[in-house]
């Protein structure tokens, strides 16, 4: 049974850093793509970042390029998201997810498995 875990969300003021990470568990994750989406209260679910588990490279939405960072540990099938000068507009709850599959990346309805969520709240 596939289970992401996600961790360290919680209260940051504005300009701080926070880092999430996602606990991989109950398949080889060879060929998947990792992810982290957000969602505001009442918005839609969107794509924050994505990387390869096997291979290098990583993609980024725009309003967060250059802030956040994705990587992995391999060795401990654990998936960061490194969040620096962060803003109100970036509170949402983040999800960690995995994906099979190269294309459509931004779509969250592509990807197969979902973590339960951790909450960031960024204060002005």
């Known amino acids: 049974q596939v289970q992401l875990v996600e961790s360290g969300g919680g209260l940051v003021q504005a300009g701080g850093s926070l880092r999430l990470s996602c606990a991989a568990s109950g398949r080889s994750f060879n060929n998947y793509r990792m992810g982290w989406f957000r969602q505001a209260p009442g918005k839609e679910r969107e794509f924050v970042a994505t990387?390869?588990?096997?291979?290098?490279?990583?993609l980024y939405a725009a309003s967060v390029k250059g802030r956040f960072t994705i990587s992995k540990d391999k060795s401990e099938n654990t998936v960061y998201l490194q969040m620096n000068n962060l803003k109100p507009e970036d509170t949402g709850v983040y999800f960690c997810?995995?994906?099979?599959?190269?294309?459509?990346?931004?779509?969250?309805?592509?990807?197969?498995?979902w973590g339960q969520g951790t909450q960031v709240t960024v204060s002005t």
């Open positions: 997810t995995a994906y099979p599959g190269a294309g459509l990346i931004a779509q969250p309805k592509v990807w197969n498995y």
């Open positions: 990387c390869s588990w096997s291979g290098g490279g990583s």
